[in-house]
């Protein structure tokens, strides 16, 4: 059974920085696409996708609002996913997950079989 783990979230001033850390375990890591994705508040029944990498590292995809600001990285050997966020905004503020599936990355969230519990980013003016 795949096991994630988030980690690295907290609060922090706009324009900071965070990197975001996802703990894989359970399976092998290099055979399963990754991403992250968001819960902002009022959202509740929303994940929008924030990005997502292949299994390699060689594929990668960022949603607009992010892209320049937020890099995705993956550590197979490690196990580890990231998320690297500079520049952030008040609206980056959400509950940031990682999610795991077996074939090709996608942004549909609703394909990742597999999901943290996540953890809270809160950006303040």
């Known amino acids: 059974q795949v096991q994630l783990v988030e980690s ?3 609060l922090v001033q ?6 975001l ?3 894989f375990s359970g399976r092998t ?4 696409a990754m991403g992250w ?3 902002a508040p009022g959202k509740e029944r929303e994940r929008e ?13 960022h949603a607009d609002s992010v892209k320049g600001r937020f890099t995705i990285s993956r550590d197979n050997a490690k196990n580890t996913l990231y998320l690297q966020m500079n ?3 008040p609206e980056d503020t959400a509950v940031y997950y990682c999610a795991a599936r077996r074939g090709g990355p996608t942004t549909v ?11 809270q980013v809160t950006v303040s003016a």
Request: charge should be positive; hydrophobic fraction near 30%; charged fraction near 10%.
């Open 8 to 10: 690295g979230g907290g």
């Open 14 to 19: 706009a324009g900071g920085s965070l990197r």
């Open 21 to 23: 850390s996802c703990a």
């Open 29 to 32: 890591f290099s055979i399963y």
């Open 37 to 39: 994705f968001r819960q």
């Open 49 to 61: 996708f924030v990005a997502v990498i292949g299994w390699s590292g060689g594929s990668t995809s």
């Open 87 to 89: 520049s952030l905004k």
């Open 109 to 119: 969230s609703g394909r990742y079989d597999y999901w943290g519990q996540g953890t």
